[in-house]
């Protein structure tokens, strides 16, 4: 297929230190893929890899059939956001990018048509030092769009963004999939992605996690689990363990119980003559899907004395 | 209703035409020629440098212009050559070039790690080879240009106050051509050391130091008295410019050929501008 990411058996070590693992997905065009993992999971190293500003220790990866490296000049074929920084704040924002649209022979008026489009005409000619942290993220996603090329990596993009911002960039991610390009975002929060993303690939201490629709991840993390709470907590256990249900009690007299319907349980109660007090089913979200699945790859976990 | 407000017309699956013309390496130059004089500092630096160097050399010639009246005949007559060329360009106009250049040289490899514009510059061309040596050109073309600008300003003025004590050198005299060239192009030598030191080191005030060092520390350190010493000074640019600014060759107990110290100039240039090019290939950026 065209304009595909194809990433293959990715390594990255730095040192002993392993900054990505035998990572293998591929990113297909006409859909916005999000890339999760929480910080530190190695979702910039595997973009810069992408990119070719890293090289693999081993394994490869390539954007269109070839590394990205070997085309001379990377801006038809590939846009990338990959920090708002990555800018030089003493140059306007027209110089930086008409020197971006000479290096790769692309006319000069596309300049303005993508400052236009980022709704940054008008600071064109304002010094991008001067720049708010969502100018420049704005900007960034202009440099990307500058040579209108079919796959467009963002890192982080929503970052600094206002609310009206994220919408914006949500509709323009959407627009630009629903126009056949691949379209590729990171970030470290499942919320930023719920809406955003079609697919996910997540990630976990450099290690793939999950690679599939937003919807069969979504599926997997509603492991629906059902609160009871009894004054006979003893016969209900023996009850629903023998229906087949995993059961885990807390000291309150309730229990957490996965495997079984909320109602199924009420009924099972009720044939055995055992007093509910409580009954709550519990619907993970797509968020507890994430922090369940990258619960052990955390990278630093808050209160960890390692 | 909100998402109607800002959703988009349908757009229809596009086929990209990626094909494209032709990369050219003119295109990289011009690249880098916007980015050169896009900052602020590229004409302060430029303009500034420059005054900076012709201030000193017409200082130094006024003074020898004010005193002339008093100096003894045979003062007088040793003036001319060597003396008046070194009027024309002084010792601390050339350290000042010097400085500038490399600093200049050295800014733009230095001014894309510490920013960061650097993964900007090889996402779109990930040709980094073909980048680096566009911007040698550049550096190269700018300081030259800087260089001349110097030693010719500097030229004319200092001519011209020593006209009044109806002495001076012309373009004509023997010597004074390659000397004010071997001042010139100085500029270009250090512009390119300070790019090779910042290549290699990718931090600002540490490529600053070590180009500085080499440029303008070592050459006061080492004398050209011993033998050992004086062919580590005969292989430094500050050196060959001592040696081309001679007129007329002054005995020295160590002697070189004004084509030594051109293989000298030539050598730096060159070998930074490789360095330059090549150290940005195989390291992660």
Redesign the interface.
């Known amino acids: 297929m065209?304009?595909m990411i194809e990433v293959n058996e990715l390594t990255k070590r730095y040192g002993p230190k392993a900054a990505v693992s035998d990572l293998s997905f591929t990113v297909r065009p006409?859909h916005v893929t999000g890339f999760l993992g929480p910080n530190g999971a190695g979702k910039s190293t595997t973009l810069?890899m992408m990119?070719?500003?890293?090289?693999p220790t081993s394994g490869s990866v390539t954007i269109?059939g070839r590394p990205?490296?070997?085309?001379?000049?990377?801006?038809?074929?590939?846009g990338?956001l990959?920090?708002a920084?990555?800018?030089?704040?003493?140059?306007?924002a027209q110089?930086?990018l008409?020197?971006?649209a000479?290096?790769?022979?692309l006319p000069r008026r596309r300049v303005g048509e993508v400052l236009e489009e980022v709704g940054l005409g008008d600071a064109g000619g304002r010094r991008i030092g001067g720049f708010s942290l969502g100018m420049k993220q704005r900007l960034g996603i202009a440099?990307a769009l500058l040579g209108?090329?079919?796959v467009l990596l963002f890192d982080e993009p929503l970052n600094g963004l206002d609310p009206e911002g994220v919408?914006?960039v949500r509709?323009?991610f959407?627009?630009l999939a629903?126009?056949?390009?691949t379209v590729f975002v990171s970030s470290h929060l499942m919320s930023e992605m719920e809406n955003t993303a079609d697919f996910l690939v997540v990630i976990g201490k450099g290690r793939l996690i999950a690679a599939e629709s937003l919807k069969d991840f979504a599926a997997r993390g509603t492991r629906q689990s059902v609160s009871v709470r009894t004054p006979d907590v003893a016969v209900l256990r023996t009850v629903l363990t023998d229906e087949g249900a995993h059961v885990e009690p807390h000291t309150d007299n309730s229990l957490t119980v996965t495997g079984l319907s909320a109602s199924r349980i009420g009924d099972l109660a009720f044939q055995n003559m055992v007093p509910v007090h409580e009954l709550t089913p519990h619907t993970a979200s797509l968020e507890a899907a994430f922090m369940e699945l990258t619960a052990d790859s955390v990278e630093y976990a808050a209160g960890d004395a390692r | 209703m909100t998402e109607t407000a800002?959703?988009?017309t349908?757009?229809?699956?596009?086929?990209?035409d990626?094909t494209?013309?032709r990369?050219?390496f003119a295109?990289?130059v011009?690249?880098?020629w916007?980015?050169i004089w896009?900052?602020?500092?590229t004409p302060w630096a430029f303009l500034g440098g420059a005054l900076a160097v012709i201030g000193f050399n017409v200082f130094t010639t006024y003074n020898d212009y004010s005193n002339w009246p008093g100096w003894s005949p045979q003062q007088k007559a040793e003036f001319m050559p060597n003396w008046a060329m070194l009027d024309t360009f002084t010792d601390a106009a050339v350290l000042c070039l010097m400085l500038t250049a490399s600093a200049m040289g050295a800014l733009t490899v230095v001014?894309?790690y510490s920013?960061?514009?650097?993964?900007?510059t090889?996402?779109?061309?990930?040709?980094r080879r073909?980048?680096m040596a566009a911007k040698v050109l550049v550096v190269t073309l700018v300081t030259t240009a800087l260089g001349l600008f110097a030693a010719g300003g500097s030229f004319w003025l200092t001519q011209a106050i020593l006209s009044g004590r109806d002495t001076g050198l012309s373009l004509g005299d023997p010597g004074v051509v390659p000397a004010l060239l071997a001042s010139a192009l100085v500029a270009p030598v250090a512009a390119l050391v300070g790019m090779a030191v910042g290549a290699l080191l990718r931090a600002g005030a540490a490529t600053m130091g070590v180009s500085f060092a080499v440029l303008l520390l070592v050459p006061m350190a080492v004398s050209d008295d011993h033998y050992g010493t004086a062919v580590v000074d005969h292989l430094l640019p500050y050196s060959a410019w001592a040696r081309l600014i001679q007129v007329v060759e002054k005995p020295a107990h160590f002697p070189w050929s004004q084509g030594g110290a051109w293989a000298v100039y030539a050598a730096w240039g060159l070998i930074s501008a490789v360095i330059t090019v090549v150290a940005v290939q195989?390291r992660?950026?």
């Open positions: 065209k304009h006409g810069r990119l070719g500003l890293h090289r269109d990205f490296a070997d085309r001379p000049r990377g801006m038809r074929h590939v990338a990959l920090d920084h990555d800018v030089h704040g003493g140059r306007t110089a930086h008409t020197a971006l000479v290096s790769n022979r440099t209108d090329p079919p919408k914006w509709g323009l959407h627009r629903a126009e056949g390009r | 800002t959703a988009p349908p757009s229809p699956v596009r086929s990209f990626t494209e013309p990369a050219r295109d990289l011009a690249a880098e916007i980015k896009s900052l602020r500092s001014g894309e920013t960061g514009l650097i993964h900007t090889f996402t779109a061309v990930p040709a073909s980048v195989r992660d950026q």
